[in-house]
């Protein structure tokens, strides 16, 4: 047995976290290939990749695919874009934080799903709606993360910064924000990943198209390879979208790791 | 005089107590005047208010009463012409060592061309020639401190105020810092105001040690130093060191055992 916090190398590591994988996959395919769960509750895996193909060949998965991740990708974009600096503000101007924390605290409770419907009463069941749900299911969440962790900065780097002539300004632009940049990416990514299961639930009720809503339409057909399949489909964007996001973090924030 | 630089008069600084506890006195009233080209150290045993001096002087802290003026024009925030380096590392971790030194004048808007010569003669200065691309990370402590000092030094500040710089580096490291500080000031003339609680260390670099009494620290000594320039390491064993420290020591060690409440 390994000690506690003994490190472990780096290619028994990835060797560990593939077994995983393999072992899912032989329990399932041993659970439904050899009888014990019936087919339709639950579709083996190679009924899932046949019913995935023909997803992506025959009913053009792909383009359900596309639309999914320009909903995630818009609506969190235009959340970030208003959350970010919004909550920079917040963690340097404390009575700006006293202004909106409290109503913020309340927002971020407010389940993204719940709006749905309230939200096609509003905008309809077009694209705006579908980004809508991701905006409120990212806004708050960025804003207080970013808001606490633009409040923890270094007491010490801002008093330098003030000794050495910086403006209220100055400390806000080149100590706060490059202070707390790879901090804000990580919120980012963070919240990004809790969009993707946002997504899903705008389109599982009005909508016409994304990966959601194949999943809902495979449901009336028992269609459960295909509604497998469009799962793990998800699973595997918000598995790419991280790694991305992380290796984009490292490139950009060389300094940290320095 | 004319040659005044820095004045604090009557400066005092009492802290709010926490939760209805008594209000904490941490400086009684304090005046000091520090000429141009002093170099004075401010010694005192731990808690006894010189920091929060030093803090004051750098418009990080504000007085209860009294008034700190430099230059003539009173103090009422911090500024670039007040130079200070921390005991802790406060290296901008995003910016590289030449970009650190380049902060304030970065900030003052000084042309990159004049930028770039002055950050280039500090980094000779200290020494750090070969690093001026490496990150703070990639330094070791006293290394680090060596860039401060530069940061501080490139704005040309009218005072220089270090808060026990040397604090957090080992013996060797230390002695060499005190060196290389005290080189840079026998050369370039210039003001620094200098907070330890070492005792060697304070009589090494000053030309005058204010020594402070315990909580609520106010000042108890004000000794010239008259130790020959340039100073080197081998005078630290020297008989005339050793009467000074001999002199520190028993005026310092009642401080502490009051401090300590041992007395």
């Not at chain 1, 050899?34 to 046949?50: H, K």
């Not at chain 1, 193909?53 to 383009?63: S, V």
């Not at chain 1, 194949?214 to 009336?220: E, L, R």
């Not at chain 1, 595997?236 to 490139?251: C, H, M, P, Q, T």
Request: hydrophobic share 50%.
């Amino acid at each position: 047995m390994p000690r506690p916090l003994e490190p472990v190398s780096q290619g028994a590591r990835v060797a560990l976290g593939i077994s995983f994988f393999v072992i899912f996959l032989v329990a399932w395919a041993a659970a439904t290939l050899g009888g014990f769960v019936s087919r339709t509750f639950l579709a083996d895996p190679i009924t899932m990749m046949q019913d995935g193909w023909l997803l992506l060949t025959r009913f053009g998965f792909m383009a359900d695919i596309g639309i999914t991740i320009w909903r995630v990708v818009g609506g969190f974009i235009l959340a970030a874009v208003i959350a970010v600096p919004i909550g920079v503000l917040m963690g340097a101007y404390k009575p700006f934080e006293a202004f909106l924390e409290p109503f913020i605290s309340f927002a971020r409770y407010l389940p993204a799903s719940a709006f749905v419907p309230l939200l096609i009463l509003w905008a309809g069941i077009g694209e705006m709606q579908k980004l809508l749900v991701i905006f409120i299911g990212s806004f708050f969440q960025i804003i207080l993360m970013v808001a606490v962790a633009v409040g923890n900065t270094r007491r010490d780097l801002v008093e330098a910064a003030y000794t050495l002539g910086s403006t209220d300004q100055g400390v806000v632009k080149r100590v706060l924000l490059p202070a707390n940049a790879p901090e804000i990416a990580e919120i980012l990514r963070l919240v990004l990943g809790w969009a993707w299961t946002y997504v899903i639930v705008a389109e599982l009720i009005g909508s016409s198209s994304g990966i959601g809503h194949m999943i809902i339409d495979s449901q009336a057909l028992m269609a459960t390879g295909q509604m497998i399949f469009g799962i793990i489909v998800i699973g595997v964007i918000g598995l790419i979208s991280d790694f991305l996001f992380k290796a984009l973090n490292r490139a950009l924030f060389s300094w940290r790791l320095a | 005089m004319t040659n005044t630089v820095l004045d604090i008069e009557n400066v005092s600084r009492v802290f709010p107590g926490v939760r209805g506890a008594a209000p904490v006195r941490a400086l009684e009233p304090t005046s000091l005047t520090v000429a141009q080209n002093d170099f004075i150290t401010v010694l005192g045993p731990s808690g006894c208010g010189k920091s929060t001096l030093l803090r004051i002087v750098a418009g990080l802290d504000y007085p209860s009463s009294g008034r700190v003026l430099l230059e003539g024009r009173e103090i009422k925030g911090p500024g670039a012409d007040r130079g200070m380096v921390f005991q802790s590392y406060t290296l901008f971790p995003w910016l590289t060592i030449a970009e650190n030194i380049a902060y304030g004048l970065r900030e003052k808007g000084v042309p990159k061309a004049q930028r770039r010569d002055i950050v280039a003669s500090y980094i000779e200065k200290v020494g750090l020639r070969g690093f001026e691309n490496h990150y703070p990370k990639q330094l070791s402590g006293g290394m680090q401190q060596r860039t401060a000092i530069a940061r501080a030094l490139a704005n040309d500040p009218a005072i220089l105020l270090l808060d026990e710089p040397f604090g957090a580096l080992d013996n060797q490291t230390r002695a060499l810092m005190q060196e290389l500080l005290l080189g840079i000031w026998e050369r370039e003339q210039k003001t620094v105001l200098f907070v330890t609680h070492d005792i060697e260390e304070a009589i090494f670099l000053a030309s005058r040690v204010i020594v402070m009494t315990a909580r609520p620290g106010r000042i108890k000594a004000d000794i010239p130093v008259d130790l020959p320039h340039p100073r080197h390491y081998t005078m630290k064993t020297s008989p005339e060191f050793s009467s000074l420290k001999a002199q520190l020591t028993e005026e310092i060690r009642l401080e502490a055992l009051q401090a300590d409440g041992m007395h």
